[in-house]
Every structure is written in structure tokens, then in C-alpha cells.
């Protein structure tokens, strides 16, 4: 029977095969472009905007996400429970304590965010806080504090970085490609019959279909990873709370909880421990989270030794 140790090690390395198969995406899709155009400037000109774009949301990234969701932070004073909770968990995770934040919604949800273990932010919201039990409240708030000992934040934005990247490119592409002046002047080079006009035929038609189903890949990939994270944050939350049970019984009841959060959005909505976009159904492959059913079951099927 698998132990919640060698489940975690099995979803990280799950995990980086992902993010080797991306990166190489990446580089050939790039390639490809820059070969079809015969100029690597837009590809130079995409890595330095994409680089400058992802510093920005990264280091400000908890900021933006909390203003997003409406959350506002609580001190020891107003909630001891929930602050007692977390600390407990950090002391034996190794990890500093992260701010707690509120978003005033019944809806039952959490997430974590944060550029680093000692920036983290851990928000609930009201309904999780009154819904739960402590056990199933230790197992989320687990949950969340693995993401951030897995510098998860940090490993999705390389991945956001990485689809939006291909995105900006495969836009950038496909105005250069059919740009009329540029057009023009490649017709005025002439010559149509020798193997490297052929070439550049086959590549220009290569590039133009990637220009299209690049993004749609990027971003299937980037649910992949997404979905494994949770995987990984699940195993992981259990060992520290030593109770599987306790997030098992958490992800039912949220899961089953039918009023949507009110505060998430599609840019956010990765973020949750549970799809917060309740009563909608989306193909496993389009989906930011793994069915429930496979999250319990995983977690049911794991001994502690």
C-alpha cells in the first residue's frame, strides 16, 4: 500500500517532468517562429517583456490577489483560534508564520499566496471558518501551508510565465506573418522553385498551425501542473497533520457546499484548495483541480508509518 511519503515523492517528480516537457515546448515553439520569420528579434523582444511582466507579478503578486478577493487581514487578537491553529502547524512544519487574512464570503474556501515562506499569506473565508471542524480546518490550513513549503507560488508563476510567453509570441507571429507590408516584400525577393523557398514554405505553414495550437497546449499543460500541485499539497498537508482523514472529510464538505464564491474569478481561481466555480463541470482536462473523488480517495488509500 503506498505510505503519504512515497505519494509525494512520486508527485514531484511528476511534477518536474511537467515543467522539462513545458520549457522544452517553449524553446521549439520559439524556434519555429523565429525560423519562419527568418528574425529573432521578436523572440528576443517576447523573452525581455515576459521577464520584466513576471518580475512585476511576482514580487507584488500577494498584493494583487488579496485586493482581487477582497480579503482583509486579522490580527491575534480578533480570531486566537485560527491564529493558534496555523502557528501550531508552522512550529512543526519548520515554517515562519504567515499573515491571515479574511474574505468576508459563507461560500467554504481557503488559498495561500506569497512570494516566498517569509511573504506567505494564508486566506480564508468566513464560511470555511464556520463550516468546519478544528480537524478539517487543520488539515486545509496544512494543505495550504505545503504550497507554501513547496514554493508552489513560486513554480506557478515560472509556469504562468511560461504560457503567456507563447501566447504573446504565437499574437506576435501571426501579425508579423500576415503583416501586408512584410508580405509584400517577401514577394518582391521572388523565386518560388528553389528548395529553400520550399523550406520556408513548409516552415511558415509548421509555424502558422503552432501559432494556433501552441497557446491551447501551453495552457492544458499549465492545468496539468496545476492539478499535480494539489496532489502534492494534499499528501504532503496530511504528513503534517498526521491525519488524512481530517483534509478528506474538508474536501467533501466544501466540495459539497453548492454557493459559489462570490470573490473568485478566473484569474484566481487556481489559487482555492477547491474549485471555487461550484455547480460548473469542466472536462478533467480544462479543469485548475483534480476531482474530488480522486483527492479523497487518494488520501483514504495512504497509510502514515
Known amino acids: 500500500m503506498a505510505t503519504l511519503y512515497n505519494q509525494a ?28 520569420l527568418n528574425n529573432s528579434v521578436i523572440l528576443y523582444v ?42 501550531n502547524l508552522c512550529i512543526t512544519a519548520g515554517l515562519p508564520a504567515p499573515k491571515i487574512y479574511i474574505i468576508d ?7 495561500a499566496t506569497g512570494r516566498d515562506p517569509e511573504h506567505a499569506v494564508i486566506c480564508f473565508t468566513t464560511g470555511i471558518l464556520d463550516k468546519l471542524e478544528k480537524t ?7 494543505h495550504e501551508l505545503s504550497h507554501v513549503g513547496n514554493r508552489d507560488i513560486l513554480l506557478s508563476t515560472v509556469v504562468v510565465v511560461m504560457v503567456g510567453f507563447i501566447t504573446l509570441l ?8 500576415f503583416w501586408p507590408a512584410r508580405n509584400a516584400s517577401r514577394s ?14 513548409i516552415l511558415m505553414i509548421v509555424a502558422i498551425v503552432l501559432s494556433i495550437l501552441a497557446p491551447i497546449a501551453a495552457v492544458m499543460m499549465q492545468l496539468a501542473i496545476s492539478r499535480k500541485r494539489e496532489f502534492l499539497a494534499d499528501a504532503d498537508g496530511a504528513l503534517l497533520t498526521r491525519y488524512p482523514e481530517g483534509l478528506a ?23 482555492y484548495i477547491v474549485n471555487p466555480f461550484k455547480g460548473k463541470k ?24
Open 9 to 36: 515523492d512520486k508527485n514531484t517528480r511528476l511534477t518536474w517532468l511537467y515543467i522539462t516537457g513545458f520549457l522544452v515546448f517553449v524553446i521549439g515553439v520559439g524556434y519555429v517562429f523565429a525560423g519562419a
Open 105 to 111: 464570503d459563507s461560500a467554504p474556501n481557503a488559498f
Open 170 to 177: 504565437a499574437d506576435w507571429f501571426r501579425h508579423w506573418a
Open 249 to 271: 472529510k474538508a474536501l467533501e464538505k466544501i466540495s459539497a457546499d453548492t454557493e459559489p464564491l462570490e470573490a473568485a474569478n478566473r484569474a484566481t481561481a487556481h489559487l
Open 136 to 142: 478539517e480546518l487543520e488539515g486545509v490550513a496544512a
Open 46 to 87: 517576447a523573452v525581455i517583456f515576459s521577464i520584466i511582466m513576471s518580475f512585476g507579478s511576482y514580487w507584488w503578486s500577494d498584493k494583487i490577489v488579496l485586493a482581487m478577493s477582497g480579503a482583509k487581514a486579522i490580527d491575534h487578537k480578533s480570531n486566537r483560534e485560527i491564529y493558534h491553529l496555523v502557528e
Open 188 to 201: 518582391e525577393a521572388g523565386g518560388g522553385g528553389r528548395d529553400g523557398d520550399q523550406l520556408k514554405i
Open 282 to 305: 469542466f472536462s478533467n482536462l480544462f479543469s485548475t483541480h483534480p476531482p474530488i473523488e480522486d483527492r479523497v480517495a487518494a488520501l483514504r488509500g495512504m497509510d502514515i508509518k
